[in-house]
């Protein structure tokens, strides 16, 4: 058997032979059984990704049976790339969470704490499904095994809020679900075919295709929470534990997002769609001064960290109205939304993490009630400094790398006004966290924090090295062009630098 | 690779002290001040490089086809090697002043990153660089500006960043413009936009967006509020990043704009240097005079700065050859001589808890050292010979009136009696009888009291020694001459 062809199943198998393993194995030994996962899985993603980069785009077809009937998986630069993502940053999640809930709950296992192995581990499969998978009814399935799984994490935390927060999650991850099977459903009907490279070829102009891609389309909005689409985010993202808001944050809306620049770029014809491109971007923009005024609001941490997220993912969003321009341009701003997808999952995931130790030795992420953190814990302050760097843009952070990248390719096309938007994004985002910056910075006063809570290592170091990715995600933008530039809608246009 | 070394140096020290931690103060102490010399050293040795013509350069590919380039070339290493040996300076000075301060690995930490950017600044060999490390500068400053915690340290803190965030998001959207209408600009003496020279209208909308995110920095009018603010930062800070790195990388990035963005001659054709004079030379008379009206030591201080770092700004753009030559050297000049201000500032706070003039009665008999290194550095702010500040100022003035613009020699020497106007109450003060009886011959702890005499000194022998080869006038010199075709000092 030649072990190479068949990566793309063994990075989807994986993570759910491990989930079932962490069930079987009881609390006890389930998160060495999900630390061992992690690590197993870094192997089989980091090849299939340097079989993409020497060989090109590949496609598999499961048990042999390929489209319009078997299922098929596609890897290229692009999904090999967030793959990858997916794998360190659920590394860094993993280990933080065999810290997170030994400090939870002292020396007895807790509530939540035997089911979040096997939640955790059969979403991370489900994501990497999403990510491989190569025709828009599988998308459907993987959606919705990531959606339920995440909703069922939610509701690991204690108390009444995390449920409401998880019901409002869940209505509005089956209402995305739905819409977006109905619209597979009249795409079928006006094609005959669900595998995405047919759709590509036999997409016409026809009513019914139109109308499907656009639920479509919509839906995958919803999940990926782009403003005014947003509502079940910050609940959600702020109540789970932390370990789960991170891996929502980082890497959950990313998979729907994901699948979007799929259909936009790899299976719609150009023009396709006409208009709804830049409509997609407004509400990018919108979202982005919508998310950061709202998170400088925020009395609290997770939701300050949350509403962020509304706003970073608005960036993602600015692509589609730059595509349009093909070439450079779009080359540019693929790589620019590409690096920011990355940068964007390493500093969130970091600061919900760390958000989750100020928690633990505080007892509340109250921001006015936290002076002095920078001198009590300072990792955690540095922690949300280098991470909040990447949330500003400002260089060398893969934030910066981004915001060059899509402002360069705004000005290449002669749309100045959506560098203007991430400019005043990166000042937004200077505000909210300096917001928060400058009261770790403040004296403590007579005011003494409460120390409470073991500490680990774990729990502290795992989000600084996080943040400090983040901070220096330039110096992997090199390899992040290469697996631009091995993905297939790159190829098209012509390369990453002329 | 040489060339990374005075940014990496610091950036180790840096590191290397917040991991050491609060208590380990003798290591904290070893490693800070063998980082600066180590780092002086360096800078030292490709000084001598690069006045035999060698420029070292060197680059690390950050963006596709976008590289982090660093040279080390005259102008450039001028202003590392102000900010880098005044920093081994103010190290001795911060260790006696921060003797008894809390936070102080975060302190000389974020101490040590600030020169990393400042060398950062300095030796970037394009825009690009130059952008990144303005950016870092901001970020490592912040945590130095609200040290103490106090509402009034963070709302200062607050005003810096409202300033610089803006005056980067300014410079960025600059750089990311002309980098898409003419490609990656490395620094070239005389200009390098010759190819796209006929887009008068987008380079003079960039020219504005970078010469206003420079502003910032470089304190022009209306720019300028976050500086007095600053001041409630410790003096260790004052002297060396608000008197030297931080507001002298504003400055320098002027420098870089004018002489060797644009050019003189395009920069003049644009129409666009003659503005920025007018704004600089309207700041050396707000600043000057609004000096004159603050009791407090180190606003005063403060509004000096803001007038005397105009000079460097105005020099530059009035496109004369001469007063370009005074500008870099004042430079070097102003932060000897200011760096020597706020040192004797912090030690009267410090030790005799004055911080307004109006306290100064007497002072001259408590701490007859510092306030003699303090009248050196007076004296050469004001322009008078041989002290330092004389031999910027003359250039300055003499290139303006070479070039035809007479009114900025009369504001140069109008400037010049308002900084006696300034500067003259603290002296006078100081040789008082003093009202009230003091404690006698208190001057401050040691390693305050010699770095302050050693930069007091060097006020004058920067003065004394302006004709020989080497000195901060010959060297500016050299390093401005090849932006003008066709001129050369000698």
Known sequence: MNLVAHLPVIVIMMPLIGASIAFVAGPRRAPLVTVATAVLTIAPVAWLGARVLAEGPTRYEIGGWGGPLGI??????????????????????????????????????????????????????????????GDVFNVYVCLELVGLSAVALVTLAEGAEPLRAAMRYLFASILGAMTYLLGVALLYAATGVLDMRMLADSLG????????????????????????????????????????????SALVVKGSFFVTLRLFLDVMPAGYLGGADVLIGVLGAVAIVWGSIQALL?????????????????????????????????????????????????????????????????????????????????????????????????PPSGGFGAKWLIASAALASGEWWWAAVVLVGGLLASAYMFRLLAVFMAAPGGRPLPVGGVRTLRTEWVPLALAAASFLLVLAVPLVTRLAEASAVVAQAGGVVP | MTVWLPVLLPVLVGVTTFLLGETRERLRVLVNLAGAVLSSGVVIALVVRAYDGAVAGSSVEMLPGLALSLEADLLGLLFSAVATVLWAVTLVYAFG???????????????????????????????????????????????????????EALVAGRRYLYYALSGGAALLLGVVWLYAIAGTVPFTPGGALGAVAGRTGELRAIFALLAGGFGVKAALVGLHRWLPGAMVA???????????????????????????????????????????????????????????????????????????????????????????????????????????????????????????????????????????????????????????????????????????????TLLFVTSGALAVGYLAPFLVRAVRPAAAAREPGAESDPRMLWPIVIVGALSLVLGLLAGVPGSPLDWAARAVAPSYAGWSPW
């Not at chain 1, 100020?358 to 009590?376: Q, S, Y």
């Not at chain 2, 975060?106 to 950062?120: D, E, M, Q, Y």
């Not at chain 2, 800070?237 to 395009?266: D, I, Q, T």
């Not at chain 2, 300055?396 to 900025?408: C, F, H, T």
């Open chain 1, 72 to 133: 098929v998986l596609v890897a290229d630069g692009l999904s090999a790339a967030f793959l990858g993502l997916v794998a360190i940053v659920g590394l860094g999640v993993t280990l933080y969470a065999t810290g997170y809930y030994r400090v939870a709950t002292g020396s007895r296992p807790g509530p939540g704490h035997g089911l979040y192995w096997t939640l955790w581990l059969f979403m991370w499969s489900s994501l990497n499904a999403l990510l491989l998978t």
């Open chain 1, 205 to 248: 102009p026809s009513v019914a295709a139109e109308t499907g891609l656009a639920l479509m389309v919509a839906a995958l909005l919803l999940k990926t929470a782009l403003v005014p689409m947003h509502f079940w985010l910050p609940t959600a993202h702020a109540a789970a534990p932390s370990p789960v808001s991170a891996a929502l």
């Open chain 1, 298 to 394: 925020q009395e609290r941490i997770k939701l300050l960290v949350a509403y962020s997220t509304v706003a970073q993912v608005g960036y993602l969003f600015l692509l589609f109205p730059l595509a349009r321009h093909g070439g450079e341009v779009l080359s540019a701003a693929l790589l620019g939304v590409l690096v920011h997808a990355l940068a964007h999952a390493f500093a969130k995931s970091s600061m919900f993490l760390a958000a989750g130790v100020t928690l633990k030795r505080f007892g509340h992420d109250r921001i006015a009630d936290l002076p002095g953190t920078a001198r009590r814990a300072p990792v955690i302050a540095a922690t949300f400094a280098l991470a909040g760097v990447t949330m500003m843009g400002l």
């Open chain 2, 97 to 151: 002043y921060m003797a008894h301060a809390e936070n102080r690995a975060r302190f000389f930490g974020f101490f040590a990153l600030c020169i990393a950017s400042a060398n950062g600044v300095a030796l970037s060999a394009d825009l690009l660089g130059l952008f990144v490390f303005y950016e870092l500068l901001t970020l490592a400053t912040y945590p130095l500006v609200v040290h103490s915690g106090t509402d």
């Open chain 2, 234 to 408: 410790p003096a260790p800070v004052s002297a060396l990043l608000h008197a030297v790195a931080v507001v002298k990388a504003g400055a320098f990035g002027m420098v870089r704009l004018v002489n060797e963005v644009y050019g003189p001659e395009l920069a003049t054709s644009l129409g666009v240097a003659q503005p920025l004079a007018a704004i600089a030379a309207i700041t050396i008379l707000f600043g000057s005079i609004v000096a004159l009206r603050q009791d407090d030591i180190k606003r005063r201080l403060a509004y000096s700065t803001i007038a005397q770092l105009s000079y460097i700004t105005l020099g530059v753009a009035l496109c004369s050859p001469l007063a370009a030559v005074g500008a870099v050297a004042h430079l070097a000049h102003h932060a000897v001589m200011k760096i020597t201000m706020f040192f004797s500032a912090g030690s009267l706070a410090e030790t005799h808890h004055i911080k307004r003039l109006s306290a100064l009665d007497g002072v001259g008999h408590l701490m007859p050292a510092t306030m003699a290194s303090f009248a050196a550095a007076s004296f050469g702010l004001a322009g008078i010979p041989p002290f330092a500040g004389f031999f910027s100022k003359w250039p300055l003035g003499a290139g303006a009136a070479e070039s035809g613009q007479v009114w900025a």
